[in-house]
DNA sequence: GTCTATATTCTGATAGAC
DNA sequence: GTCTATCAGAATATAGAC
């Protein structure tokens, strides 16, 4: 369970409320009002506990940026688990994710190309390139004689997961009517990916 | 090719600036100066012809959508090609189109995220629904006897096609090191994406 | 229609009392 | 550490001359 609005440090509320606000809404729409608001305090403790309006986005950017970066470490790099596996767990896991903050992907995509000076060295070059996913996925294009570049599957699963849900105002405006059909299919999906992530990394 | 800047009206230009600047930077981030420096004028000509820069960006909203909503209409109403001829046409169609604008697909979710109240109504709601397209994915599905909604396949298609391009900072950040071997991939993936598709249709 | 100058509002940041 | 009040600059919008 989260911990309590009231037990955290005043350093720690302004941080929860900006990475709220920016989250939701982006680093240029989001006022710094609106997050000592959010954070039920004034606006000057914010330039007193962060320099800038700047630093704090820095911040709320860096940490959702490695906790979805945390899942990636989790399930690819364990060793324990076999390729079905490791897809299977992807799936479910950044589906439950997303379903629980639903702003992140698209914030993190737009950080990533408007500020990406900001983590400069900060992320780990090859954290893919060196995974046992990526090793599992050799190995199996090998054992198939296929001469695809095994990050093609890492890029169709992330795709076919985090995209609806990006373009989830679009599909709502194109094809569905209610919520509940959108969370239906992707409910539909947790099933389908895995099996068409197989089928086409074997067939 | 594209009418010279000299040879529009002060109006077009105007827009032809806002569509620029506003789809590259986002609405909260594009400042109304920029647009009239980019436009080759003064400021207040802006107001003179739109009335604000809500009403502007509206525009470009609605005009940027129509643009990526009309090579649907193109390709997937065609009666006259074959499912698998519009899986290539579509392919080969929409990366063509984001190399050319690849800012275009985020400032469209963005702007469908935060704006969604500017396109209430115009926006055909089943343009997707009633496809040929759709209709031949679903005469496809019965003859292989599978029990998905043909909207999965709609949706990995673009998210195979689509995502990498929004996620490009990301994969340049943890899995590329050149912005050629990014090029090299998606045109990889112009050949391989359809035969993804028809593979998890059939197998 | 187009420009310069200016009004008005918004916003990030700070000064200074407590 | 926290608050109130305020500053300085930015940004949108408009007035008014040409």
Redesign the pocket.
């Known amino acids: 369970m989260a911990k309590q609005k009231k037990d955290l440090?005043?350093?720690e509320k302004i941080k929860e409320a900006a990475r709220k606000v920016f989250t939701s809404k982006g680093f240029?729409?989001?006022?710094?009002?609106?997050?000592?608001d959010e954070a039920?305090?004034?606006?000057?403790?914010?330039?007193?506990?962060?320099?800038?309006?700047?630093?704090?986005f820095e911040i709320v950017m860096i940490e959702n940026l490695l906790h979805f970066i945390s899942g990636i470490q989790t399930l690819l790099y364990d060793t324990t688990t076999s390729i079905d596996e490791k897809i299977d767990n992807l799936t479910n896991y950044y589906i439950d994710q997303i379903i629980e903050y639903p702003d992140l992907p698209l914030f993190i995509l737009n950080a990533l190309k408007s500020n990406s000076k900001f983590l400069k060295g900060k992320l780990n070059k090859n954290i893919m390139l060196n995974s046992h996913f990526m090793q599992q996925l050799q190995e199996e294009l090998k054992k198939n004689k296929k001469k695809i570049k095994p990050l093609h599957f890492v890029i169709n699963t992330f795709s076919m997961i985090i995209f609806p849900f990006v373009a989830r105002p679009l599909l709502m405006e194109v094809a569905l009517s209610k919520d509940a059909e959108f969370i239906e299919l992707m409910n539909e999906r947790r099933k389908l990916i895995p099996v068409w992530i197989k089928t086409i990394l074997r067939s």
């Open positions: 440090s005043t350093e240029a729409a989001a006022r710094t009002r609106d997050i000592a039920g305090m004034n606006l000057a403790l914010l330039n007193y506990y962060f320099r800038s309006k700047e630093k704090l």
